[in-house]
């Protein structure tokens, strides 16, 4: 799973982890990254061929300042393993983008150099920028930008009325639940929205009784708020800053980052102020990078 690499001239010691899909991507940029850095630094490699492998070679770092090479994918499960372990907060991650441009745009949007040269010096000599991050009440973890998109609509011919004994069946069905209970408020009378409880500190900011496309919810990368944007069905935008936000309803799915989240009910998420550290350029592009736009 490992090999180690001949040390270089400076006294720091690296974990170089490098991710199985970028060995498959590009093995060029791999290699560039792997001389730059062993040039730079005593490097560790390790070649872990699944995720338990890449969890192992973290867990055993020791000393050493992980560096991961990868993409977005890579990135995000070093960050929540660290999390996990309640690591994060006492070191400094290190990636070097290696992957297609689609799985890399959570990193670039964090400001790590777009090429394996200019990442790998990185590393080797940057600055550590302490980054916000949110974390939900089941330990999952997002990076920049957290979202949950308006519904899939229905199937073709899922309201397609029934013919002969089928509808007549539907027909009673329908009245006999009629009697029951009151009807609920039906989807088709707002198509590709959700009906969501959504709280920003406590404030209310849409209730189930208004329809919502879509929730964005993005970290300010630094300063311990993200921005909250609540998009409902007529349209209109409802802007909060906010530390937490609690979403509840009918079960809905999220967008973390690059990941899919749920079927659940109702879960919270919360800014942990300069929770992890990353190495990005010198001063001057790391302020550059918390303009960065998810």
Known sequence: MSAAEPPGDGDD????????????????????????????????????????????????????????????????????????????????????????????????????????????RTALDGAVRRLDLLVDDSDGVVLGRLRIPAPPPPPPGSGTPHAGVTAVWDTCRSLVTSLVRPAPVAATTNPGTHRLRIEADGVLLSDLDTPVRNLSVTSQGGGGLADVVVRTGSGEDVTAEAKAVTVSGADFRYRADIQTGGPVRTRTWTVRAGAWGLMLPGPASADAAAGARW
């Open 13 to 120: 010691q690296l974990l170089v982890v490098i991710d199985p899909v970028a060995r498959r991507s590009d093995g060029e940029s791999v290699r560039i990254a792997k001389d730059v850095l062993s040039a730079g630094a005593r490097a560790k490699i390790c070649l872990p061929d699944t995720p338990e492998e890449f969890a192992r070679a973290l867990s055993r770092r020791g000393a050493r300042r992980p560096v991961v090479v990868g993409d977005d994918h890579a990135l995000l499960r070093a960050v929540a393993q660290l999390h996990r372990e309640r690591e994060l907060a006492a070191g400094v991650l290190s990636l070097i983008p290696v992957g297609a441009a689609h799985a890399l745009e959570v990193a670039h949007a964090l400001g790590v150099p777009r090429g394996a040269v200019a990442a790998a």
